[in-house]
């Protein structure tokens, strides 16, 4: 530890809760370094600066997932509180203060104490409040240590939502259709419990579990909304955001073992991907205090990091597809509704009213309903049944990455696989890469145990599936030291091969393969990999779909001539490398082609009902190309024939979409043109003067959600919306060697200078330095702040 004076600087605060002098050197990259003479000081530092760059992200965030937002918003935002109050912990606290680690409660006190000494200090110092607090007219909460774990509804839990959506479309359709939604791996034949009619499990079933998962928006209709309008806010409008949840928000990792790099030492990457926002869901932190080192990123939320290194073990992660809902349907008693079958006899809903302070208005009573297996999702008098989600959000353990406490202080990658008893959520795919030079992928997440069901569909809360327990933390998928001499994923199915079909279900719904495979061949043909190479393979732009569907354009031209696609709209394809970088015309007219007129087309063709259509979208890219690749009679007859005019008329409306989008001249065209990140700022759709200031970009992005550079859009108009913020490429043990770039920036008050200093870097794929040692920090240091007690 270096000595903290007060002579070096630039500025020095005097904290209530602070034990021994601290600091907080800010490099010129925006990434603190916190220093401080214990652990609980640490996290009281790691506290105080999250409030310092976050603190309206800190705010809403405990706002909303409290259920406490109407009291500052009003009643536009009554029913967003009333859905996120059925998803908190409700259970024990002391079985969930010991879930994580022994010291877990100390920290997250120390956590809690230092947001609290930072929302203190703006109040003496009202310029240092975050400008969006005098835009709303509002004030930031103190926290309390219990709301660092209550909240669980950005837990990336699944999959509730898609056993209602594939309910809906086994009523509409049949088993095959819904495959075109997501295909199901391993596979099993889907069976309807006795008891179910799944006509009666109605998409307002995703209500109330969509709007507790919501983010928070800012429209002037809902600012203005009254006591009569507290119910517009309610309905299930894009079925879409559910959808496209499971699928683009997923992660890249891997390590790479010292005898496959060119310096002989482990290589680990991770670049999350999740919902693009500003400021950014992560945020990179350096925490020291004796006996512990750590760098790299968490939820500005939480105490600790989940992705980084720790001087002697590194780690990253990614979603893992263990399924961890279930959706019960209930009989009720014939004239009491509010009792329900279980078992032998009939269990009465639990229902419980809710105090709601509303701004504006008199404080608002609502009411609550949970079964024995969790909160109510809808009651039906009429056909007697109420429907409600288990969720492992429920147990104690499961507030999202706070494993992490413990994870992140193993000193090796055999420690680390045994701290992963304490992860509960999300479910994850870990590498970690020690000094001694193993490597290692284990996964981890509280699995329930179904012992007469696969979890794909709705199920009897009778008694009749119950879950048995958690598959113990050793029992889930590991390898240490593989001996491919590298372990990557990418949300594939990776369950092993080997594994026994009458073993215990882990899960049946992941992420399309391509990026996945795309890693996986680019890691195997390189013996001397470097952070370099790891840092171009995040950004890697190969699109797997692009090479397969023009290969089979090729073979369409070929048989067919040109007579449905001009020369020069084919000739545009001829040859191109399948990369969708931004600056690319090709790329431009593929992904248009692939999204816009393809895939739609497929859809009609085999989901003609426009209902069945809308909760399909946007699809699952490996069963759609298998469908392409090895067309079946429901192409018509021939198949291959209707399957080369549908390839040959789309591309020919795709070319004239393009043209119509981007001009008449083909080689003006480029990808980054409709392919554009834009961060905006909520409070940009409730006010036009100064607040656009506070929007980041439009930035040109290449890549789309089947490339390693991960960057989903929407398909109104190919908007980005999900992607890497972050990125780390470690060295391990070579720590200051070690990359990473978050984007828009570190901050999240858009006075800093920090808060769009990175989104150009990002976006060009550049990478700024890790810094670990003390005199690299200090070469590095751009605002070095020193903390006393007071």
Known sequence: MTDMTETTADETMHLQGLKQPAEIRVDRWGIPHLKAENEQDLFFVQGFNAARDRLWQLDLWRKRGLGLLAADFGPGYLAQDHAARHFLYRGDMAAEWSSYAPDMQAICTAFATGINAYITLCQAEPARLPPEFSFFGTSPARWRPEDVVRVRTHALTRNGASEILRANILTLADAQTDLLRTQIEPHVDLKVADSITLADIPLAALRLFKLATAPVTFERERLAATLDDVWTWTEVTDLGDIIRATSEEGSNNWVVHGSRTETGRPILASDPHRAHAVPSLRYLVHLQAPGFNAI??????????????????????????????????????????????????????????????????????????????????????????????????????????????????????????????????????????????????????????????????????????????????????????????????????????????????????????????????????????????????????????????????????????????????????????????????????????????????????????????????????????????????????????????????????????CSRRLGDDPSRWAWGTLHHALFEHAASRVKQDKTGEWNVGPLPVGGSRSTPGLASYRLSDFRVTAGASVRLVIDVGEWDKSFCINTPGQSGDPRSPHYADLAERWSGGEYVPLLYSDEKIAAETDHHILLLPA
């Open 296 to 657: 790299g990123t968490g939820e500005p939320t939480a105490p600790g990091i989940s992705l980084g290194h720790n001087g002697k073990a590194a780690f990253g992660l990614t979603i893992f597809g263990a399924d961890q809902e279930d959706v019960y349907v209930y009989e009720t008693r014939e004239g009491e509704p509010d009792l329900y079958r279980y078992q032998d006899g009939w269990e009465a809903i639990r229902r419980q009213e809710e105090r709601f302070e509303v701004k504006g208005y008199a404080d608002q009573t609502l009411m609550l309903a949970f079964t024995r297996h969790g909160p109510v999702l809808h009651e039906d008098a009429g056909k007697r049944l109420v429907i409600a989600l288990r969720s492992v959000w429920l147990s104690p353990g499961s507030a999202a990455y706070l494993g992490s406490l413990s994870a992140m202080r193993s000193p090796s990658v055999a420690a680390f696989g045994t701290s992963l008893r304490s992860w509960g959520t999300p479910s994850v795919n870990h590498v970690c890469a020690d000094v001694d030079g193993n490597v290692g992928w284990f996964t981890a997440g509280f699995t329930p145990v179904r012992q007469n069901w696969h979890g794909l569909l709705p199920v009897p809360g009778d008694g009749s599936h119950e879950w048995a327990g958690f598959l113990p933390a050793e029992e889930l998928p590991r390898v240490v030291n593989p001996a491919a001499g590298f372990f990557a994923t990418a949300n594939e199915m990776n369950l092993p091969a080997d594994r026994s079909p009458d073993a215990p279900t882990i899960g049946h719904e992941w992420a399309e393969v391509s990026r996945a495979e795309r890693i996986k061949s680019v890691l195997s043909a390189d013996t001397a990999h470097s952070t370099e190479a790891s840092m171009a393979l995040q950004m890697d732009t190969y699109s797997s779909p692009a090479g397969r569907i023009c290969a089979l354009l090729a073979e369409a031209i070929g048989r067919k001539g040109a007579a449905i696609v001009p020369e020069k709209v084919a000739a545009l394809l001829d040859g191109w490398d399948f990369r969708l970088t931004a600056d690319s015309n090709i790329a431009a007219l593929f992904e248009v082609w692939w999204m816009k007129h393809l895939r739609p087309a497929l859809f009609a063709r085999f989901a003609p009902d426009p209902a069945v259509r809308a909760l399909l979208v946007p699809g699952d890219v490996d069963v759609l190309l298998n469908l392409l690749e090895h067309p079946d009679q429901r192409f018509g007859q021939p198949a291959e024939e209707a399957r080369d005019t549908m390839l040959l008329e789309t591309l020919a409306a795709a070319f004239d979409d």
